[in-house]
């Protein structure tokens, strides 16, 4: 049974290599029983993606190990929409047996050589009175014959002008399958070409257009366009690459290396290094948290477990190998990890003096608040702290008053300084 299964398994591998030198970009997936299976670069490439770990199997004719990847069947339904919206394109592989030749008894040949000379026989006879019946009728239907006149030879030319007629026909099809492949609109970064790049109007509602093109040959999904946007392209006054750069920005983007989705990875914290062990994308399905639905971020570090509501640009980015699960850690999670990095993108409004920054305890329910005293502008409304924003400000020291007062209250200065710069221009035109 070991060497069976052993022949089994190089000779998947076998198919694999030469299925994998016909379609080098897509990811082979073999059915192997009530499992699939992956080897080599498409075993690795898929193990990013799904975030299962690969094995290494040693094989006879193999001088390495090969990386292995294997899942149920029953979770094909499951693997395989994640696979796809990845940007990967799949090839499932069935196995088909081929029967084996059976050898025949020896004691059988000399009967089988016999029945074979009698039915020989029985053919030759058959074919000897067939040949007569034929004779036979030929003489009946003799008298019956006559010259052929004009009138009979006139569908012949014809019929040779019509089948010259299909012949052109046929060319001319032939012709125009053999038309030149549309040149391409633009070439993103990653050296994709992008081709049928139109607006195209909604059967369902009219009033709404979208914008779509393909990249390699494969279709994107179409995307709602502006008002604006569409009457500029309309006018030709926007093209193709700025429709790309608007609705499609990370198809555009600059791939990061596969190594970057390899866990673990490590991120600089606030009490030295943190290890991420686990990165990966899923769908809310507890119909009784708010956020049913939505997809979200899941990442593990040691034995703690976090997650967030993914926003569309970070899931295009992530989906399109853009940006690392490194990157979206930081910016998804870092407030919670008390990163330095993630309170940086805070930043009071220009002019706005940071010694107007208040941060206290509210007696009245004994918790840390922000405030901002604008001087004769006037003061802002007090913002109890997050339990994670009070440890990097007071704790690790990650995060700075003006900082933390930048992300509770510059909704509220900005209105604040507009409502005081609407009331001295209405002053001064009533002067005027």
Not at 12 to 20: A, G, I, S
Request: proline content about 5%.
């Amino acid at each position: 049974m070991v060497k069976k299964n052993a022949e089994k398994d190089v000779g998947f591998v076998r198919q694999f290599n030469e299925l994998k030198k016909k379609h080098p970009d897509a990811v082979l997936l073999f059915r192997k029983g009530d499992f699939y299976e992956m080897y080599k670069e498409d075993a690795l490439k898929a193990s990013v993606i799904l975030a299962l770990k690969v094995s290494d199997k040693i094989l006879p004719l193999e001088k390495d190990p090969i990386k292995l990847l294997t899942f149920p069947r029953h979770e094909l339904d499951k693997h395989l929409p994640k696979l796809i919206r990845s940007g990967q394109r799949v090839a499932i592989c069935e196995a088909i047996d081929q029967p084996k030749l059976m050898k025949k008894p020896k004691e059988k040949v000399g009967e089988e050589l016999k029945s074979q000379d009698k039915i020989k026989k029985e053919n030759n006879l058959n074919q000897e009175t067939m040949a007569k019946k034929k004779k036979e009728q030929a003489v009946q239907e003799e008298p019956t014959k006559t010259v052929k006149t004009a009138a009979e030879e006139k569908p012949t030319k014809e019929k040779k002008t019509e089948a010259k007629a299909e012949v052109k026909s046929e060319q001319q099809t032939e012709a125009k399958q053999e038309r030149k492949p549309r040149e391409p609109q633009m070439i993103t970064a990653n050296g994709e070409k992008v081709s049928h790049g139109h607006a195209f109007q909604s059967t369902t509602n009219p009033a709404d257009w979208y914008f779509t093109a393909k990249m390699d040959g494969v279709q994107l999904k179409p995307q709602k366009m502006d008002a604006a946007d569409l009457a500029a392209y309309q006018k030709k006054e926007m093209t193709v690459p700025l429709l790309m750069e608007k609705y499609y920005p990370t198809k555009l983007m600059p791939k990061v290396s596969e190594e970057a989705f390899q866990m673990p990875k490590q991120l600089s914290g606030p009490d030295g290094a943190i290890t991420i062990d686990k990165f990966n994308v899923y769908k809310e399905k507890d119909e009784q948290r708010p956020d049913y639905g939505k997809y979200k971020f899941y990442v593990q570090m040691g034995d703690t477990k976090m997650s967030a509501v993914a926003s569309r640009e970070d899931l295009n980015a992530y989906f399109d190998r853009v940006v690392s699960p490194t990157q979206l850690v930081e910016k998804n999670f870092g407030e919670r990890l008390h990163l330095q990095s993630a309170y940086e993108k805070y930043q009071l409004p220009e002019g706005v003096d940071p010694k107007g920054v208040r941060v206290a305890k509210d007696h009245s329910d004994n918790k840390w608040k922000v405030s901002m005293d604008l001087g004769d502008k006037g003061k802002t409304s007090k913002h109890e702290l997050s339990f994670d924003d009070g440890y990097s400000l007071f704790k690790a020291k990650t995060a700075t008053r003006e900082q933390i007062a930048a992300k509770y209250l510059n909704a509220e200065i900005n209105g604040m300084l507009s409502a005081v710069t609407n009331k001295l221009e209405k002053s001064a035109s009533m002067k005027m």
